[in-house]
DNA sequence: GCAAATATAATAGTATTACTATCAATTATG
DNA sequence: CATAATTGATAGTAATACTATTATATTTGC
């Protein structure tokens, strides 16, 4: 994947103006990560990062309609690039139960490089959508947003993989349950590893989470 | 557990004044969960509960410091109550395994009745768990609230069930995980099935987000 | 190379939020 | 019944999450 230029084409929905347009719209993603990983999403706004990149709110927001929808579009942007991890990782693959392995391992792995393909960093952006991501859905308008399509890029990586499922096990009644509770499971151990400690068994250099959530699905579809 | 007045002592570095300690506390723990629930967390304001209950805001920050710290409060009586049931529901089982299936089955479970025991309805503050929860924890003040002890009542629960695990199979490594990994996972599945419905295989009148981690469990720690 | 179009910046303003502070009115208790 | 404790009313603050308007750059098409 390293040599390969791939562009994370994002809906339009998702934005007033493409911030990858323009290098202020790049700006504003960029240190926008930085700025939302630094402060936290409440703490976070558009006039601080408007300071910061010596540049005003009012621009901001023809870019973004408001904050929330900044977090809904990183969330999505995120999820494209998983996507695109997954397909490639796993194009190659012919056996079933090693295309799984291996999505199930990108999903729950630490991500510990900044590629630089992108403009984004990923490693930051990662850590986000561990510790806020969640905000992006648990709000009074999921349904509204929902038929909006703001989650869709999200659903669309868990049945994904899903599909790897049920080429492993068919009968399996649980793909989707299993995927999505992989997938926030894993968001969940890594917060916890990091400020919550008695609530997981993670070891030092040992990557426990990966391997917890592989013994899980190995054992549920044998 | 019907005929017992059981009493769910709440920690007083929870609150101001004990909202359990008088009619206008009480008023503001019931009525603030109706709100929470109604109108989520981010809308819900203490001058708005002030105006439901006859009361002023002033006089509702002397039972919480903040809104946030309402929100923990909630939470900590929550698992208070869990507790509670996980206790009595085990007391008398003598086999580890029954033991850890009924207790999977409390974590799991929908709460579908308010029992009356108390002046607090389970079954809205169950929802408020469900959606508002997480926001509890995903705060940037997270180690600086766990070292006061916050997050200690769920601590206390995942480490009992933990208990329970290892008795089953004291060679597993992942106890705390799965642990916790099924309490948010059950949560999450129930939002997504009322929410993001295709995250999840939610059959109507079935039982299968119980059935789904308990089946995980008993095929992980075989 | 310059006018027109477009993008960005600056400023001001709004309603609301999450509180704090002060003082008055009520209610409970010895 | 007096005193203390609780609650209520009012006012105020800094910040938030925007919107609206106008001014200034910058890009582009000819």
């Known amino acids: 994947m390293n040599d390969l230029q791939i562009n994370i084409s994002i809906d339009p929905s998702f934005y007033c103006k493409d911030p990858e347009s323009s290098a202020l719209g790049k700006k504003i993603m960029q240190v926008g990560i930085e700025m939302i990983h630094e402060l936290g999403y409440e703490a976070f706004t558009f006039k601080k990062l408007g300071v910061q990149i010596n540049s005003n ?30 397909v490639f990782a796993t194009i190659n693959i012919h056996s079933a ?28 952006l ?10 992006a859905y648990h ?24 599909d790897f499922v049920l ?26 590893s990091k400020h919550l400690p008695s609530l997981t068994d993670v070891e030092e250099g040992k990557n426990s989470i990966v391997e917890f959530f592989l013994k899980l699905t190995k054992s549920v579809l044998r």
């Open 97 to 124: 139960e090693e295309r799984l392995e291996k999505s199930i391992q990108i999903l729950t792995e630490e991500i510990k490089e900044d590629n630089e393909i992108t403009f984004i960093n990923e490693v930051l």
């Open 126 to 135: 990662n850590k986000i959508i561990i510790s806020e991501s969640s905000k």
């Open 57 to 86: 709110e009012s621009s901001i927001y023809r870019y973004f309609e408001s904050k929330h929808s900044f977090l809904v579009y990183l969330v999505n942007w995120y999820w494209s690039w998983i996507e695109c991890k997954l």
């Open 167 to 192: 080429e492993v096990n068919p009968k399996f009644e649980y793909p989707h349950m299993l995927i999505s509770t992989i997938i926030e499971g894993a968001h969940h151990q890594k917060y916890f």
């Open 139 to 162: 709000t009074i308008d999921v349904d509204k947003e929902n038929e909006k399509g703001y989650y869709k890029t999200y659903k669309r990586v868990v049945q994904r993989v899903c």
